[in-house]
Protein backbone atom coordinates (compact mmCIF):
# COMPACT_ATOMS: atom_id res chain seq x y z
CA UNK A 1 0.00 0.00 0.00
CA UNK A 2 2.46 2.40 0.94
CA UNK A 3 4.21 2.12 -2.57
CA UNK A 4 7.45 4.69 -2.41
CA UNK A 5 8.67 3.03 -5.38
CA UNK A 6 5.72 5.35 -7.10
CA UNK A 7 8.75 8.46 -6.72
CA UNK A 8 10.66 6.77 -9.34
CA UNK A 9 8.48 5.80 -11.57
CA UNK A 10 7.44 9.48 -11.63
CA UNK A 11 10.78 10.02 -12.64
CA UNK A 12 11.30 7.22 -15.26
CA UNK A 13 7.76 7.68 -17.26
CA UNK A 14 7.71 11.82 -16.91
CA UNK A 15 3.90 11.33 -17.37
CA UNK A 16 2.27 14.47 -18.83
CA UNK A 17 0.13 16.67 -15.98
CA UNK A 18 -2.45 18.73 -18.25
CA UNK A 19 -3.50 21.46 -15.85
CA UNK A 20 -6.91 23.60 -15.80
CA UNK A 21 -5.67 25.87 -13.00
CA UNK A 22 -6.00 29.00 -11.23
CA UNK A 23 -3.66 32.00 -11.93
CA UNK A 24 -2.41 32.44 -8.29
CA UNK A 25 -0.27 28.92 -8.90
CA UNK A 26 0.45 28.22 -12.55
CA UNK A 27 4.44 29.11 -12.28
CA UNK A 28 4.38 27.32 -8.95
CA UNK A 29 2.61 24.04 -9.99
CA UNK A 30 4.65 23.65 -13.14
CA UNK A 31 8.12 24.68 -11.76
CA UNK A 32 6.78 21.79 -8.96
CA UNK A 33 5.78 18.99 -11.89
CA UNK A 34 9.18 19.10 -13.40
CA UNK A 35 10.99 18.79 -9.64
CA UNK A 36 9.27 15.78 -9.34
CA UNK A 37 10.14 14.52 -13.10
CA UNK A 38 6.93 15.02 -14.43
CA UNK A 39 5.99 17.26 -17.55
CA UNK A 40 3.33 19.88 -17.24
CA UNK A 41 1.08 21.79 -19.81
CA UNK A 42 -1.48 24.22 -18.74
CA UNK A 43 -3.71 24.24 -21.76
CA UNK A 44 -7.27 26.30 -20.77
CA UNK A 45 -8.74 27.23 -23.84
CA UNK A 46 -12.09 25.16 -24.96
CA UNK A 47 -10.87 24.75 -28.17
CA UNK A 48 -7.71 22.70 -27.55
CA UNK A 49 -8.25 21.21 -24.13
CA UNK A 50 -10.02 18.11 -25.49
CA UNK A 51 -7.20 17.34 -27.61
CA UNK A 52 -4.51 18.23 -24.39
CA UNK A 53 -6.57 15.59 -22.44
CA UNK A 54 -6.47 13.36 -24.69
CA UNK A 55 -2.65 13.36 -25.11
CA UNK A 56 -2.17 13.61 -21.57
CA UNK A 57 -1.25 11.16 -18.41
CA UNK A 58 -3.24 12.86 -15.70
CA UNK A 59 -5.81 15.93 -15.61
CA UNK A 60 -5.75 18.91 -12.78
CA UNK A 61 -9.03 20.52 -12.62
CA UNK A 62 -8.34 23.66 -10.14
CA UNK A 63 -11.02 26.24 -9.78
CA UNK A 64 -9.32 28.94 -7.49
CA UNK A 65 -9.34 31.82 -10.58
CA UNK A 66 -12.79 30.24 -12.22
CA UNK A 67 -14.69 31.99 -15.41
CA UNK A 68 -17.53 30.48 -16.89
CA UNK A 69 -16.25 29.79 -20.24
CA UNK A 70 -12.87 27.71 -17.75
CA UNK A 71 -15.95 25.73 -16.17
CA UNK A 72 -16.89 24.25 -19.66
CA UNK A 73 -13.66 23.65 -20.58
CA UNK A 74 -13.53 21.47 -17.62
CA UNK A 75 -16.07 19.81 -17.99
CA UNK A 76 -14.94 19.03 -21.86
CA UNK A 77 -10.97 18.11 -20.71
CA UNK A 78 -12.71 15.73 -18.07
CA UNK A 79 -15.21 14.18 -20.47
CA UNK A 80 -12.03 13.37 -22.45
CA UNK A 81 -9.82 12.10 -20.38
CA UNK A 82 -12.85 9.08 -18.99
CA UNK A 83 -12.86 7.94 -22.35
CA UNK A 84 -9.26 7.47 -22.20
CA UNK A 85 -8.93 6.16 -18.88
CA UNK A 86 -7.05 9.12 -18.02
CA UNK A 87 -6.77 10.26 -14.00
CA UNK A 88 -8.62 13.32 -12.96
CA UNK A 89 -8.18 14.70 -10.10
CA UNK A 90 -10.34 18.19 -8.76
CA UNK A 91 -8.66 20.41 -6.31
CA UNK A 92 -12.46 22.47 -5.37
CA UNK A 93 -10.52 25.80 -4.52
CA UNK A 94 -12.49 27.79 -2.42
CA UNK A 95 -15.63 26.15 -2.60
CA UNK A 96 -18.43 27.46 -0.35
CA UNK A 97 -16.84 31.25 -0.32
CA UNK A 98 -19.34 32.03 -3.32
CA UNK A 99 -22.33 30.92 -4.84
CA UNK A 100 -20.92 30.56 -8.45
CA UNK A 101 -17.77 28.20 -6.59
CA UNK A 102 -20.27 25.76 -5.06
CA UNK A 103 -22.58 25.56 -8.35
CA UNK A 104 -19.13 24.96 -10.39
CA UNK A 105 -17.83 22.46 -8.18
CA UNK A 106 -21.26 20.33 -8.65
CA UNK A 107 -21.47 20.44 -11.81
CA UNK A 108 -18.05 19.04 -12.46
CA UNK A 109 -18.59 16.06 -9.82
CA UNK A 110 -22.35 15.31 -11.80
CA UNK A 111 -20.80 15.58 -15.14
CA UNK A 112 -16.69 14.03 -14.37
CA UNK A 113 -15.67 10.86 -13.28
CA UNK A 114 -13.40 11.85 -10.34
CA UNK A 115 -10.32 10.02 -9.38
CA UNK A 116 -9.81 11.61 -6.25
CA UNK A 117 -10.61 15.38 -4.87
CA UNK A 118 -7.69 17.18 -2.98
CA UNK A 119 -8.95 20.12 -1.01
CA UNK A 120 -8.66 21.82 2.80
CA UNK A 121 -11.09 20.90 5.60
CA UNK A 122 -13.13 23.82 5.08
CA UNK A 123 -13.60 22.86 1.29
CA UNK A 124 -14.04 19.36 1.71
CA UNK A 125 -16.65 20.25 4.38
CA UNK A 126 -18.99 22.19 1.99
CA UNK A 127 -18.70 18.92 0.05
CA UNK A 128 -19.74 16.21 2.10
CA UNK A 129 -22.90 19.15 2.90
CA UNK A 130 -21.01 19.93 6.65
CA UNK A 131 -21.63 22.99 7.60
CA UNK A 132 -18.45 25.53 7.59
CA UNK A 133 -17.09 28.66 7.53
CA UNK A 134 -15.19 28.95 3.73
CA UNK A 135 -14.49 32.74 3.10
CA UNK A 136 -11.50 32.29 0.80
CA UNK A 137 -9.35 30.23 0.15
CA UNK A 138 -7.77 28.85 3.46
CA UNK A 139 -9.07 26.85 6.09
CA UNK A 140 -10.44 28.13 9.47
CA UNK A 141 -12.27 27.07 12.84
CA UNK A 142 -11.29 23.10 14.05
CA UNK A 143 -12.75 20.93 12.06
CA UNK A 144 -12.33 16.63 12.23
CA UNK A 145 -10.82 16.02 9.01
CA UNK A 146 -11.16 12.48 9.71
CA UNK A 147 -15.35 13.00 9.80
CA UNK A 148 -15.04 15.32 6.71
CA UNK A 149 -12.75 13.03 4.68
CA UNK A 150 -15.37 9.88 5.49
CA UNK A 151 -18.36 12.22 5.12
CA UNK A 152 -17.34 13.48 1.40
CA UNK A 153 -16.04 9.79 0.34
CA UNK A 154 -19.27 8.14 1.07
CA UNK A 155 -21.33 10.90 0.05
CA UNK A 156 -19.50 11.28 -3.06
CA UNK A 157 -18.42 7.76 -3.57
CA UNK A 158 -15.17 9.54 -4.92
CA UNK A 159 -11.81 9.34 -3.11
CA UNK A 160 -10.77 12.24 -0.58
CA UNK A 161 -7.71 14.14 0.27
CA UNK A 162 -8.15 16.18 3.23
CA UNK A 163 -5.10 18.77 4.06
CA UNK A 164 -4.22 20.28 7.22
CA UNK A 165 -1.49 19.80 9.95
CA UNK A 166 -2.72 16.04 9.68
CA UNK A 167 -3.36 14.75 6.11
CA UNK A 168 -6.52 12.70 5.86
CA UNK A 169 -6.84 9.73 2.82
CA UNK A 170 -9.86 8.04 2.54
CA UNK A 171 -11.44 5.55 -0.46
CA UNK A 172 -13.67 3.18 0.00
CA UNK A 173 -11.72 0.57 1.71
CA UNK A 174 -9.02 2.78 3.69
CA UNK A 175 -8.76 5.27 6.11
CA UNK A 176 -5.18 6.48 6.22
CA UNK A 177 -4.14 10.28 8.49
CA UNK A 178 -0.55 11.25 8.05
CA UNK A 179 1.88 13.42 10.09
CA UNK A 180 4.33 14.74 7.89
CA UNK A 181 4.62 18.26 6.79
CA UNK A 182 5.51 22.25 8.39
CA UNK A 183 3.42 24.93 8.79
CA UNK A 184 5.89 26.90 6.49
CA UNK A 185 3.34 25.51 4.35
CA UNK A 186 0.63 27.63 5.04
CA UNK A 187 2.52 30.38 4.73
CA UNK A 188 3.55 29.76 0.97
CA UNK A 189 0.56 30.41 -1.61
CA UNK A 190 -0.44 26.88 -3.87
CA UNK A 191 1.33 24.33 -1.52
CA UNK A 192 -2.22 22.83 -1.69
CA UNK A 193 -3.15 23.26 -5.47
CA UNK A 194 1.03 21.79 -6.10
CA UNK A 195 0.03 18.51 -3.85
CA UNK A 196 -3.27 17.75 -6.23
CA UNK A 197 -1.11 18.28 -9.10
CA UNK A 198 2.16 15.49 -7.75
CA UNK A 199 -1.37 13.62 -7.14
CA UNK A 200 -2.01 13.39 -10.19
CA UNK A 201 1.47 12.98 -11.49
CA UNK A 202 1.47 9.71 -9.14
CA UNK A 203 -1.76 8.56 -10.17
CA UNK A 204 -0.90 8.41 -13.50
CA UNK A 205 2.06 5.77 -12.71
CA UNK A 206 0.18 3.92 -9.95
CA UNK A 207 -1.46 0.71 -10.18
CA UNK A 208 -4.46 1.68 -7.22
CA UNK A 209 -5.77 4.41 -5.93
CA UNK A 210 -5.00 4.41 -2.94
CA UNK A 211 -1.43 4.09 -3.66
CA UNK A 212 -1.11 6.54 -5.41
CA UNK A 213 -2.68 8.82 -3.23
CA UNK A 214 -0.42 7.67 -0.17
CA UNK A 215 3.07 7.45 -2.19
CA UNK A 216 2.20 11.14 -3.27
CA UNK A 217 0.71 12.88 -0.13
CA UNK A 218 3.44 11.24 1.75
CA UNK A 219 6.16 11.91 -0.35
CA UNK A 220 5.32 15.57 -1.07
CA UNK A 221 4.86 16.43 2.75
CA UNK A 222 8.30 14.80 3.53
CA UNK A 223 10.12 16.71 1.24
CA UNK A 224 8.52 20.07 2.67
CA UNK A 225 9.97 19.18 6.15
CA UNK A 226 13.47 18.03 4.72
CA UNK A 227 12.97 21.95 3.18
CA UNK A 228 11.96 23.67 6.09
CA UNK A 229 15.60 21.94 7.63
CA UNK A 230 17.41 24.28 6.26
CA UNK A 231 15.34 27.92 6.25
CA UNK A 232 12.77 29.44 8.71
CA UNK A 233 10.89 32.02 5.86
CA UNK A 234 8.39 31.51 3.32
CA UNK A 235 10.66 33.06 0.52
CA UNK A 236 13.40 30.66 0.77
CA UNK A 237 11.16 27.95 1.90
CA UNK A 238 9.38 28.12 -1.23
CA UNK A 239 12.91 27.68 -3.58
CA UNK A 240 13.82 25.06 -0.42
CA UNK A 241 10.83 23.11 -1.30
CA UNK A 242 11.03 22.50 -4.94
CA UNK A 243 14.74 21.76 -4.65
CA UNK A 244 13.42 18.96 -2.03
CA UNK A 245 10.95 18.04 -4.37
CA UNK A 246 13.86 16.96 -7.20
CA UNK A 247 15.95 15.59 -4.55
CA UNK A 248 14.31 13.89 -1.93
CA UNK A 249 14.16 9.73 -2.41
CA UNK A 250 12.66 6.73 -1.43
CA UNK A 251 15.18 6.48 1.38
CA UNK A 252 14.41 9.65 2.95
CA UNK A 253 10.71 8.89 2.68
CA UNK A 254 11.07 5.44 4.89
CA UNK A 255 13.16 7.10 7.45
CA UNK A 256 10.53 10.43 8.28
CA UNK A 257 7.22 8.86 7.16
CA UNK A 258 4.39 9.35 10.35
CA UNK A 259 1.16 7.11 9.29
CA UNK A 260 -0.80 7.63 12.56
CA UNK A 261 -3.94 6.03 11.56
CA UNK A 262 -4.88 3.46 9.23
CA UNK A 263 -8.17 1.32 9.54
CA UNK A 264 -11.14 0.18 6.99
CA UNK A 265 -12.96 2.99 6.61
N1 LIG B 1 -0.19 23.22 10.08
C1 LIG B 1 0.41 22.46 9.16
N2 LIG B 1 1.48 21.71 9.50
C2 LIG B 1 2.09 20.96 8.57
N3 LIG B 1 1.71 20.85 7.27
C3 LIG B 1 0.63 21.56 6.89
C4 LIG B 1 -0.07 22.40 7.80
N4 LIG B 1 -1.11 22.97 7.14
C5 LIG B 1 -1.05 22.52 5.87
N5 LIG B 1 -0.01 21.66 5.71
C6 LIG B 1 0.39 21.00 4.46
O1 LIG B 1 0.29 21.97 3.43
C7 LIG B 1 -0.18 21.41 2.22
C8 LIG B 1 -1.39 22.21 1.75
O2 LIG B 1 -2.44 21.93 2.62
P1 LIG B 1 -3.59 22.99 2.96
O3 LIG B 1 -2.98 24.23 3.52
O4 LIG B 1 -4.59 22.27 3.79
O5 LIG B 1 -4.21 23.21 1.52
P2 LIG B 1 -4.71 24.54 0.84
O6 LIG B 1 -3.44 25.29 0.53
O7 LIG B 1 -5.44 24.08 -0.36
O8 LIG B 1 -5.58 25.25 1.85
C9 LIG B 1 -0.46 19.95 2.52
O9 LIG B 1 0.61 19.16 2.05
C10 LIG B 1 -0.53 19.87 4.05
O10 LIG B 1 -0.02 18.64 4.50
C1 LIG C 1 -4.85 32.82 -3.20
C2 LIG C 1 -5.69 32.22 -4.25
N1 LIG C 1 -6.81 32.85 -4.71
C3 LIG C 1 -7.44 32.19 -5.66
S1 LIG C 1 -6.67 30.74 -6.05
C4 LIG C 1 -5.45 31.00 -4.89
C5 LIG C 1 -4.36 30.04 -4.66
C6 LIG C 1 -4.72 29.02 -3.63
O1 LIG C 1 -3.69 28.07 -3.50
P1 LIG C 1 -3.65 27.03 -2.31
O2 LIG C 1 -5.04 26.55 -2.09
O3 LIG C 1 -2.78 25.96 -2.78
O4 LIG C 1 -3.08 27.75 -1.11
MG1 LIG D 1 -6.29 25.08 -1.85
Known amino acids: MNNLTLIQAVKDQKPLVHNITNQVVMNFSANGLYAIGAQPVMAHAR?????MASNANALVLNIGTLTGELVDSMILAGQAANKKGTPVVLDPVGVGATHFRTEAAKRIIDTVQLT?????AGEI???AGIDAEVRGVDATGEIDRIEVAKKAQRELD???????????IVTEEKCLELNNGTPLMTQVTGTGCLLTAVVAAFLSVSETTLDGLVAAVSFYTIAAEVAAQTVTSPGS???AFLDALSEVGIDDCQKRLQIIREERS
Open 47 to 51: EEVVE
Open 116 to 120: AIRGN
Open 125 to 127: SQL
Open 158 to 168: IPIIVTGETDV
Open 237 to 239: FQV
